[in-house]
């Protein structure tokens, strides 16, 4: 049976055989879908790189995946993927904002979040330490994880410079409440929290403080109970 064409954009692919594969889908309407298609090394080849915006024409499959009969390239990454640290920044722009959508249900927020970040990675000056800061305090937001930025997470008090970020305290703890994880200031802090709230296309120039530059991934992964795959590459080249 066929069902109505969907919009959305490649995060993720399992090859499955000599010719299939298996894709995992982010749309605004139905947030995470995995999808099945026969010949992704065929006719299809080329279209279902991650980060490809397709819309997809599939029918119910026999098993629990629909299947894919054909799809539209709406555009996709070009620059992004002939340079190694954009492609690493897509990988991991994707993973995450996959993360923290619903599976079969409306993501209207992660599927413009990624949009945005997409866009953000064809430009002249690739996302920095604080547009991945940004992306990260809004993924984490809009999964109704917000950080604790400016107040304790555990007494409520305001922040000031004995703080730490505290992964699982969920975001900036003072000393005195028995916070773990590594220390930050209070320019730090307040630098985080205006990025949470600037537009993402706005924050590709940002300049930070001196601070933890993966606090916000660590917290990511604690919250979602899950590691992002896509984090070893990403630190590693930024670590150079």
């Not at 299809?44 to 995946?65: C, I, W, Y």
């Not at 990675?121 to 937001?141: S, Y």
């Amino acid at each position: 049976m066929a069902l109505e064409p969907l919009h959305g954009v490649v995060v993720g692919r399992v090859d499955v055989g000599d010719t299939g594969r298996i894709i995992r889908f982010l749309s605004a309407e139905e947030g995470r879908v995995s999808l099945i298609t026969h010949g992704a090394r065929g006719k299809l080849k080329g279209l279902l790189e991650v980060g490809s915006n397709l819309v997809v024409a599939r029918r119910r499959g026999r098993g629990d995946l629909d299947v894919v009969v054909d799809v539209v390239w709406q555009g996709g990454p070009r620059r992004a993927r002939a340079d190694l640290h954009r492609l690493s920044l897509l990988a991991y722009g994707c993973e995450l904002c996959a993360a923290i959508a619903p599976e079969g249900a409306p993501a209207p927020k992660a599927f413009g979040l990624l949009s945005v970040w997409l866009e953000l990675l064809e430009g002249d000056v690739a996302p920095g330490d604080g547009a991945r800061l940004a992306l990260e305090a809004k993924a984490l937001t809009f999964a109704g994880l917000t950080p604790a930025f400016l107040r304790c997470a555990l007494c409520g008090r305001p922040s000031d410079d004995r703080m730490r970020f505290d992964r699982a305290g969920g975001g900036a703890v003072h000393d005195a409440c028995g916070a773990n994880g590594p220390d930050v200031t209070i320019e730090w802090l307040l630098a985080v929290e205006r990025l949470r709230r600037t537009p993402l296309a706005e924050t590709v120039g940002d300049d930070l403080p001196a601070g933890p530059r993966t606090a916000l991934a660590d917290l990511a992964e604690w919250a979602l109970g899950a590691g992002l795959r896509s984090r070893g590459l990403l630190d590693g080249l930024t670590d150079r």
